[in-house]
């Protein structure tokens, strides 16, 4: 039993306690130690109760953890099951931007080709240029020098055009419409507005007095031209007043027209006027004439028309022989 003064363990049988010496009575002590041992019992079920009612709020506790940490756990999976879609979605994604990415390569590989061999064209362009500019220069040069001498040689010939039209003014002499007529007209040179179209100049019908607007102006059903040419009038029925024995004299002469508009003509060896066109345009029109020399020798050479024509005419048809000077 225990000593209710100092607590200790001392044996039942004792009447007093060896430690503190308080005289024990049994039936006090007895009763005392029952009241305590009740005391103890009911204070360890209260601790044991705590204990068991600690122990299952911990389970409680622990259980709602573990449930509360699965569901996380769930949540966690589902979340990872959706992660690793998304990524499978991404990684799918990220092999179709790599593929573009490496044909994007590939084209900027042909491209960066195509670019060098366009670079290497655009070199062989800039050196053809090049020369080309430079073969340019040198025919601008040349083309500069060529015009220089054409200048040159322009000055020269309007000095030229100068002397010969002095020459003309010299050594022609002016004639009349109406003695004009009387030398047979050569089919050279007939150059000039032409109305009509008849193959005889504006200016030339004004002096045969022929419609510049008609290519038969006497309606003779032949054209101007043709009657001039073989000694016709072209303006009415009849042959032009042909005279040889004063074209004779006009032979080897310059002849300026001085009641039209100032032409000149040549009477050449084969006793034909020759249009020389205005002093200006002699020089030119000279060098092309065959009948400077006075040995000149062609056969004779008939031109009638028509029975028409002759009927209307009392002179006979004109024959024209050259003639020496």
């Not at 009612?53 to 990872?80: C, E, F, G, H, T």
Request: aromatic letters at 8%; glycine letters at 8%; charged letters at 30%.
């Amino acid at each position: 039993m225990i000593c209710l003064q100092c607590k200790k363990q001392i044996p039942d049988d004792s009447s007093s306690c060896s430690e503190c010496g308080t005289p024990i009575v049994h039936q006090v002590q007895v009763v005392r130690e029952i009241s305590f041992r009740r005391y103890q019992r009911w204070i360890f079920y209260g601790i044991l109760s705590f204990v068991f009612l600690a122990m299952v709020a911990i389970i409680a506790r622990i259980y709602n953890a573990n449930a509360k940490m699965v569901s996380d756990l769930i949540a966690s999976q589902n979340l990872l099951d959706e992660t690793k879609k998304k990524l499978a979605s991404k990684e799918g994604e990220l092999g179709g931007a790599i593929a573009k990415i490496e044909e994007a390569n590939r084209s900027l590989e042909d491209t960066n080709s195509k670019l060098s061999d366009a670079e290497t064209k655009l070199g062989d362009m800039e050196a053809s240029l090049k020369k080309k500019e430079n073969d340019f220069k040198a025919v601008l040069g040349e083309k500069t020098e060529f015009d220089e001498k054409y200048k040159k040689c322009q000055l020269d010939l309007d000095r030229s055009d100068a002397n010969v039209y002095s020459l003309i003014i010299k050594l022609g002499k002016g004639i009349s419409n109406k003695d004009l007529l009387k030398i047979p007209m050569a089919d050279s040179n007939l150059i000039g507005d032409d109305g009509d179209g008849d193959g005889l100049p504006d200016k030339i019908e004004e002096t045969f007095g022929s419609d510049p607007a008609k290519k038969d102006s006497d309606g003779d059903g032949y054209d101007d031209k043709s009657e001039v040419l073989r000694g016709y009038d072209p303006k009415s029925a009849g042959k032009l007043p042909i005279d040889n024995a004063f074209t004779v004299k006009q032979k080897g002469n310059i002849l300026l027209q001085v009641e039209a508009n100032g032409e000149a003509w040549y009477v050449a060896g084969d006793g034909k006027r020759y249009l020389l066109g205005f002093p200006k345009d002699a020089f030119r029109i000279m060098r092309q004439l065959d009948y400077w020399t006075n040995d000149w020798k062609s056969p004779a050479k008939t031109a009638p028309i028509s029975a028409e024509k002759e009927a209307g005419s009392s002179t006979t048809p004109q024959v024209y022989s050259p003639v020496s000077l």
